[in-house]
Structure formats: structure tokens, C-alpha cells
């Protein structure tokens, strides 16, 4: 029988919250990069805005899984923190960047053939090809992109989060002089609409790498100067995907999920679907902080293994699930009770209002479940648990959500609602699982809690 997660102290929740915070801000910042191009390419053409939203979901589609895969470093890197295991340390950065070069390869080949790719999803044709495009400007700024990723967990597992942020900051700074200059032909660039800002995005991915790895360079250069045939070992790196591909799996099957979601929502009709996206951007900006408490917990977590303390791991995941579960219970609560006014800050659509003011609330119990799945994933990462979790979103969403919200919608006639009922239905059991999960493993025999 494991040990029971407790009540955390006042100290413990604020150590969280002090490592959640500038990550939080780092997360705003990436999706703040989106929602600049949307704005920019808006004002260029409605036909652009287009191109740039299905270009980034393909974009996104195929780039997830390395992202998530290259999230093995949290683990391994905390752990190898908390144990001061330098040699640990420096393989791990090493073969993450090796890992980063690997599978930069095939994830930039997958962006190339863009219009028969997106060809089944019955878009727009004269959409599509510049969608395609966009996506291609985007395939140089992978390898950064990627790189990115594997020095952000790497510098996050040394609780060293402020040469991120700037990298974030500087980005969307020139992210905005750049999508400016390039989509309308500005400063000696030619005007070259969406296309111009797949590049912007591709510089911009290129300089937020450059900049932490600058940034960061007392703390990384001590253990990139020594390499060694040992990091191009293929067992060593086919460990480090085992850990990290079902990372990447469990964010691909929820951006999928919230995919197929969005396209059952547009078999309603269009304000169902624009009522749809208001509930969603307003779940997606909340959902970045227990994203940042998750990213918290499995550092803090990482930590506790990494020294042999499994008291102090279930410390930090304890104070971790108070502060995801109270900021996602505060933000309920204001969207059910707040949801109209909300909606008016999207539009002024009469037919919109009516739809994004039900979906609303919903969506605000859809914040707490989203809130404890989230937290729970982040502590079973910290702990080197990675595919229960990808099977939990499995099941939750494909199992559960999905089928059920298509079945409310659709058989019942609850139209978009029932789609949102049945991904709170699905979350709901994502987080049950998760949750059970992290009382079984972080209250158990510390022997498990290893990467």
C-alpha cells in the first residue's frame, strides 16, 4: 500500500509557483507567436488567415511528436540533477541534440509534400497550396525549433528559466517587425504574404535557439565541449525515445483529438464552429499555466528521484496539484459565471454570442479535469513514467470523449454542446486515470521512480 499524497504546505506550493511562473510566461509567449500571425496575416487577406491556420495545423500535426520526444530530457536531466551526476548530465544534453538532428530529418521530408497531404481534409482550393507553401517556408526553422526544445528542457532541469524567457520575448518582438516586413514587403523584403510569414517564423525559431543557447552558455558549455562516440550510440539513443516517444504520442493524440473535435463542430455549422473556437482560445490561454506547473513538477519531481528522496517527491507532487487544481478552479468558476462578457470580447455576432455564451461554461468545468490530467502527466514525466499517460489520452479522448460527444451531438441534437460534454466526459477520465497513477507510483517503492 503506497504512501497518500498530503495537504502541502504554504512553502511548498510557493517553490512551485516561484519554477511555474516564468515558464508559464515562456508558453504564453510561443502561442502569442501564433495569434501574432493570425493577426498580421488577417490584414493581408482572409484567404492568408486561411492558409496560415491550416498550414500551422499541419505544421504542428508532424512536429509534436518530436517536440514531445525530445521532453524525455526532463526526466533524465532531473534526475541526473538531483543525483549530481555530471557525466549523466552531459550524455543526456549530448544525445538530446543528436536526437534533435535525427529526427529533424524526417519530420522536414513529411512537410514538403503539403497539398496531397491536406488534400482529405477537403479544404479550400485555393487555400491549400498556400497553406502548402507556408508550411515549407517553415521546414528550415525545424532543426531550431527543435534544438529549442531540447535546450529548454535541459536549462529548466537546472530551475535556470530567465534566459528562456528573454529568448521568448526578444522572439515576439521580432516576430512582429518581421511578419510586418515580410507579409507586406517592408524594409527591402518583397511583399510575400503568408509564405512571408512562414519565413519570419523560421528566423524567429533560428534566433530564440541562437539566444539560449547564448544565454545559457555557462551553464551548457561545460558539458558540450567533450563528445564521444558513445553519443552517437544507437542503444543509448533508442532508450531516450523510448522515454520521449510516448511524449510525443500522448501531445500528438490531443492535438489530434482537438482536431477531429473542431471538424465535428463544423459538420453543425459555421457559428457553431465560431462559438466552438471562442470557448477554445479562452481554454487554451488558461490551460498554459498548469502546463507550467506540470513542467514545475517534473523538474521539482525529477529532483527527488535523482536523490534517492521519495518524501520530498511526494511533497512537490502534492503542492503541484494544489496549484494546478486551485488556479484551474478560480478560472471555472469566472468562466461560468463571466461567460457572456467573455464572449463580447470575441465578437459582436449576435448568432456567435448566443453559441460561445453556452460553450463557455462548459468549458469552464472542462478547466478542472484539463487541470489535474495536466499537473499528473507533468509528475509521472518528472518520475520517468511517459506511456501510461499516452494511454490514458488514448482512451480518454478516442474511448471516451470523442465517441460520446459525436454521439451527443449528433443522436441527441445537443449539437456543439455535445461535443464539449463529451471531451469533459473524456478529460474527466484521463484524469481519474492519471491521477490514480500518480498515487500508485509516487506512493510507492521509490525503485520505481526512475528513468
Known amino acids: 500500500m503506497g504512501k497518500a499524497l498530503r495537504i502541502p504546505t504554504r512553502n511548498e506550493v510557493r517553490d512551485v509557483a516561484r519554477l511555474a511562473a516564468p515558464i508559464v510566461v515562456v508558453q504564453i509567449g510561443l502561442m502569442l507567436m501564433g495569434v501574432v500571425d493570425a493577426a498580421i496575416v488577417g490584414r493581408y487577406s482572409a484567404q492568408g488567415l486561411a492558409a496560415v491556420a491550416l498550414g500551422n495545423v499541419y505544421f504542428n500535426s508532424i512536429v509534436t511528436i518530436g517536440h514531445g520526444t525530445l521532453m524525455a530530457l526532463d526526466p533524465l536531466i532531473a534526475q541526473a540533477v538531483g543525483a549530481k551526476d555530471q557525466p549523466a548530465i552531459e550524455r543526456s544534453l549530448q544525445r538530446g541534440l543528436v536526437l534533435c538532428a535525427v529526427l529533424s530529418v524526417p519530420l522536414s521530408l513529411l512537410l514538403i509534400p503539403g497539398e496531397w497531404l491536406m488534400a482529405p481534409l477537403r479544404q479550400p482550393p485555393d487555400v491549400v497550396p498556400l497553406a502548402a507553401s507556408y508550411a515549407r517556408a517553415c521546414i528550415p ?76 552558455r555557462h551553464a551548457l558549455v561545460p558539458f558540450l565541449r567533450h563528445w564521444s562516440r558513445e553519443d552517437l550510440a544507437f542503444a543509448p539513443l533508442l532508450r531516450m525515445m523510448r522515454i520521449g516517444f510516448p511524449i510525443g504520442m500522448q501531445l500528438w493524440i490531443e492535438f489530434t483529438a482537438f482536431s477531429v473535435a473542431l471538424l465535428l463542430v463544423g459538420m453543425v455549422g459555421t457559428l457553431p464552429m465560431a462559438g466552438h473556437q471562442i470557448a477554445l482560445m479562452l481554454a487554451a490561454l488558461t490551460y498554459m499555466v498548469p502546463l507550467g506547473v506540470a513542467a514545475a513538477a517534473s523538474v521539482l519531481v525529477g529532483h527527488a528521484v535523482g536523490r534517492g528522496d521519495p518524501e520530498a517527491a511526494r511533497r512537490e507532487a502534492s503542492a503541484a496539484l494544489a496549484c494546478g487544481i486551485g488556479f484551474m478552479s478560480v478560472t471555472a468558476i469566472l468562466l461560468v459565471s463571466f461567460a457572456p462578457w467573455l464572449a463580447r470580447a470575441f465578437t459582436a455576432d449576435p448568432g456567435i454570442l448566443a453559441v460561445a455564451a453556452v460553450l463557455i461554461p462548459i468549458a469552464g468545468v472542462f478547466q478542472v479535469f484539463d487541470g489535474i490530467q495536466g499537473v499528473s502527466a507533468g509528475i509521472l514525466r518528472g518520475a520517468g513514467d511517459t506511456r501510461i499517460p499516452m494511454w490514458s489520452n488514448l482512451a480518454g479522448y478516442f474511448v471516451v470523449g470523442l465517441p460520446l460527444g459525436a454521439w451527443l451531438c449528433f443522436t441527441w441534437g445537443w449539437g456543439a454542446q455535445g461535443i464539449w460534454w463529451g471531451l469533459v466526459a473524456g478529460l474527466a477520465a484521463v484524469a481519474a486515470l492519471l491521477g490514480w497513477r500518480v498515487h500508485a507510483i509516487i506512493g510507492g517503492d521509490l525503485r520505481r521512480l526512475s528513468a
Not at 145 to 154: D, G, H, K, P, S
Not at 156 to 178: G, K, S
Not at 189 to 204: E, K, L, R
Open 141 to 216: 526553422g525545424v532543426l531550431p525549433y527543435l534544438a529549442f526544445i531540447a535546450l529548454r528542457q535541459t536549462v529548466q532541469a537546472f530551475a535556470l528559466v530567465r534566459p528562456v524567457v528573454v529568448a521568448v520575448v526578444v522572439a515576439n518582438l521580432a516576430n512582429v517587425v518581421l511578419d510586418w516586413a515580410m507579409v507586406f514587403g517592408r524594409l527591402g523584403f518583397p511583399a510575400m504574404g503568408p509564405v512571408g510569414s512562414g519565413w519570419a517564423t523560421t528566423i524567429c525559431r533560428w534566433l530564440m535557439a541562437i539566444m539560449l543557447l547564448w544565454g545559457c
